[in-house]
C-alpha cells in the first residue's frame, strides 16, 4: 500500500476534467433575521478529500456545516450530496455525522456506550453493535478505557470517545465543527496527524471548520477561505500562502507585508512605485495595467535581513531593528522604515549565532527577489 504521504501528494481530483464533485453547493444563501450568515455560495468538494473550512468567527462557515448536516436549511440554493438533493431530508437520514465542538458526551455513560449510542437507536443487533464498538475502541486507541465514564478521561480521550462515536455509524461525510480547540497547544498538534491518517484510513470525507490556520494547512487537501459568508479562495494549502487570490487572504493565512502601490512598468520585468517613491521590480505583475493601483505581498521568510545593503538584491529597504521575537527555531525581526512603516523578516536559526547578532536600534537593510512576492489587485 503506498504510504499516506505519497498518495496525499497525487490526491487532486478537483485536478481532474472527468472527476465528478461529491458535495456541491448551489447559490446558498442562509439569512438569520437581517442577518446574512452564507451569501449565495457555490462550493464543490469532492470524495475522499480532507477539507477545510477556514474563517473568523462570524464568517458563515460553521452555518455552512449545519446546513450541510441538515441542522439548518438554506433560505435559497440546494445542497447536493453524491448527486441526491438534501433539501428535506432531515439529519438522521442523511450519509453524515457531525462531531460537535463541546464533544456532547453522555456523562453517566461509560465509553462504550457513549459509542454505541447512535447504533442503539438506529436497531442495530446486539452482537453487532458490541463487534462495532470493539472496532472503534480499537481505530482510536481506547481499548482500555471502556468502561470508564468521561469525567475520569483527559480532553484528548474525550475528544477521540466523540470521533469514535461519530464513526461508529459509518457515515460517507464526517463533520468536524472546532474538533480540537479544546486541546492544548502539543496535543493538539498530535491529533491533527492522528486525523490525517484516520481519514486515509477509512476512505471518509472529511470536512472540518477552524479558525486555525496552522490546523487547516495541516490535515487538508483544500482549504476553502471565507469572510461575511462568502467564500474568497479554494486551493491548496501551498496555494492558498504561495498565492493569496487578494489582501484578506494574504493578510489571514500567515504574515504578510504588504506595499501599496501603482505598477509603472508590466511584462515580465514589471516595475511598482509605492507611496514613499520607492520602485520594487517584481517578476510578474499578473493581470495588472500601467497605472494600475496594487498590492505587493512578501512573506516575512522571503525577506532577508542584514547589516550592510546586499550588493545583488532586487528590492532593498532599510530601517531599526524595533522587536525581535526570538522563537528558538526562528528569529523575527520588525524593523521600522524612515517613513515609519514596519516590514517583518524572519531568519531560520539554522546555526548557533550567539555573536554579532543583530539587535534592538541596530540599523539593518531587509531585501528580497524580484520574484519573492505577488501581486494583488484587490
Same mark, same amino acid.
Not at 211 to 235: F, N, P, S, Y
Not at 311 to 334: F, K, P, Q, R, S
Given at each position: 500500500?503506498?504510504?499516506?504521504?505519497?498518495?496525499?501528494?497525487?490526491?487532486?481530483?478537483?485536478?481532474? &476534467?472527468?472527476?465528478?464533485?461529491?458535495?456541491?453547493?448551489?447559490?446558498?444563501?442562509?439569512?438569520?433575521?437581517?442577518?446574512?450568515?452564507?451569501?449565495?455560495?457555490?462550493?464543490?468538494?469532492?470524495?475522499?478529500?480532507?477539507?477545510?473550512?477556514?474563517?473568523?468567527?462570524?464568517?458563515?462557515?460553521?452555518?455552512?456545516?449545519?446546513?450541510?448536516?441538515?441542522?439548518?436549511?438554506?433560505?435559497?440554493?440546494?445542497?447536493?450530496?453524491?448527486?441526491?438533493?438534501?433539501?428535506?431530508?432531515?439529519?438522521?437520514?442523511? &450519509?453524515?455525522?457531525?462531531?460537535?465542538?463541546?464533544?456532547?458526551?453522555?456523562?453517566?455513560?461509560?465509553?462504550?456506550?457513549?459509542?454505541?449510542?447512535?447504533?442503539?437507536?438506529?436497531?442495530?443487533?446486539?452482537?453487532?453493535?458490541?463487534?462495532?464498538?470493539?472496532?472503534?475502541?480499537?481505530?482510536?486507541?481506547?481499548?482500555?478505557?471502556?468502561?470508564?465514564? &468521561?469525567?475520569?478521561?483527559?480532553?484528548?480521550?474525550?475528544?477521540?470517545?466523540?470521533?469514535?462515536?461519530?464513526?461508529?455509524?459509518?457515515?460517507?461525510?464526517?463533520?468536524?465543527?472546532?474538533?480540537?480547540?479544546?486541546?492544548?497547544?502539543?496535543?493538539?498538534?498530535?491529533?491533527?496527524?492522528?486525523?490525517?491518517?484516520?481519514?486515509?484510513?477509512?476512505?471518509?470525507?472529511?470536512?472540518?471548520?477552524?479558525?486555525?490556520?496552522?490546523?487547516?494547512?495541516?490535515?487538508?487537501?483544500?482549504?476553502?477561505?471565507?469572510?461575511?459568508?462568502?467564500?474568497?479562495?479554494?486551493?491548496?494549502?501551498?496555494?492558498?500562502?504561495?498565492?493569496?487570490?487578494?489582501?484578506?487572504?494574504?493578510?489571514?493565512?500567515?504574515?504578510?507585508?504588504?506595499?501599496?502601490?501603482?505598477?509603472?512598468?508590466?511584462?515580465?520585468?514589471?516595475?511598482?512605485?509605492?507611496?514613499?517613491?520607492?520602485?520594487?521590480?517584481?517578476?510578474?505583475?499578473?493581470?495588472?495595467?500601467?497605472?494600475?493601483?496594487?498590492?505587493?505581498?512578501?512573506?516575512?521568510?522571503?525577506?532577508?535581513?542584514?547589516?550592510?545593503?546586499?550588493?545583488?538584491?532586487?528590492?532593498?529597504?532599510?530601517?531599526?531593528?524595533?522587536?525581535?521575537?526570538?522563537?528558538?527555531?526562528?528569529?523575527?525581526?520588525?524593523?521600522?522604515?524612515?517613513?515609519?512603516?514596519?516590514?517583518?523578516?524572519?531568519?531560520?536559526?539554522?546555526?548557533?549565532?550567539?555573536?554579532?547578532?543583530?539587535?534592538?536600534?541596530?540599523?539593518?537593510?531587509?531585501?528580497?527577489?524580484?520574484?519573492?512576492?505577488?501581486?494583488?489587485?484587490?
Amino acid at each position: 500500500m503506498a504510504s499516506l504521504g505519497s498518495t496525499r501528494r497525487t490526491f487532486a481530483p478537483w485536478a481532474d &476534467p472527468a472527476a465528478k464533485p461529491y458535495i456541491r453547493f448551489e447559490n446558498v444563501t442562509k439569512r438569520f433575521g437581517d442577518f446574512t450568515a452564507v451569501d449565495d455560495l457555490s462550493l464543490t468538494i469532492y470524495e475522499r478529500e480532507f477539507f477545510a473550512l477556514l474563517g473568523a468567527s462570524g464568517c458563515g462557515k460553521t452555518t455552512l456545516l449545519r446546513m450541510l448536516g441538515g441542522f439548518e436549511q438554506p433560505t435559497s440554493g440546494r445542497i447536493f450530496l453524491d448527486g441526491q438533493d438534501m433539501k428535506g431530508i432531515p439529519p438522521y437520514r442523511r &450519509p453524515v455525522n457531525m462531531m460537535f465542538q463541546s464533544y456532547a458526551l453522555f456523562p453517566h455513560m461509560t465509553v462504550e456506550a457513549n459509542i454505541a449510542f447512535g447504533l442503539k437507536q438506529d436497531g442495530m443487533p446486539k452482537p453487532q453493535i458490541a463487534e462495532r464498538v470493539g472496532q472503534m475502541l480499537k481505530l482510536v486507541k481506547l481499548e482500555q478505557f471502556a468502561k470508564r465514564k &468521561p469525567q475520569q478521561l483527559s480532553g484528548g480521550q474525550r475528544q477521540r470517545v466523540a470521533l469514535a462515536r461519530s464513526l461508529a455509524k459509518r457515515p460517507k461525510v464526517l463533520l468536524l465543527d472546532e474538533p480540537l480547540a479544546a486541546l492544548d497547544k502539543k496535543l493538539r498538534e498530535e491529533t491533527q496527524f492522528e486525523l490525517v491518517d484516520l481519514q486515509y484510513e477509512l476512505g471518509l470525507t472529511f470536512i472540518v471548520v477552524t479558525h486555525d490556520q496552522e490546523e487547516a494547512m495541516t490535515m487538508a487537501d483544500r482549504i476553502a477561505i471565507m469572510d461575511k459568508g462568502k467564500v474568497l479562495q479554494v486551493a491548496t494549502p501551498a496555494e492558498v500562502y504561495e498565492a493569496p487570490s487578494c489582501r484578506f487572504v494574504a493578510d489571514f493565512v500567515g504574515s504578510i507585508n504588504t506595499f501599496e502601490g501603482s505598477v509603472t512598468k508590466t511584462g515580465s520585468a514589471a516595475r511598482i512605485r509605492d507611496r514613499s517613491g520607492t520602485e520594487f521590480r517584481v517578476a510578474d505583475a499578473g493581470e495588472a495595467a500601467a497605472g494600475d493601483t496594487v498590492w505587493l505581498a512578501v512573506r516575512p521568510e522571503k525577506l532577508s535581513i542584514s547589516r550592510e545593503r546586499p550588493a545583488d538584491a532586487a528590492n532593498a529597504l532599510d530601517g531599526e531593528i524595533w522587536d525581535i521575537a526570538y522563537l528558538g527555531d526562528m528569529t523575527v525581526y520588525n524593523v521600522k522604515l524612515d517613513d515609519g512603516r514596519i516590514v517583518k523578516a524572519s531568519t531560520i536559526n539554522s546555526i548557533r549565532r550567539l555573536e554579532d547578532a543583530l539587535t534592538w536600534h541596530d540599523r539593518a537593510w531587509v531585501s528580497f527577489s524580484a520574484d519573492a512576492g505577488v501581486v494583488l489587485t484587490r
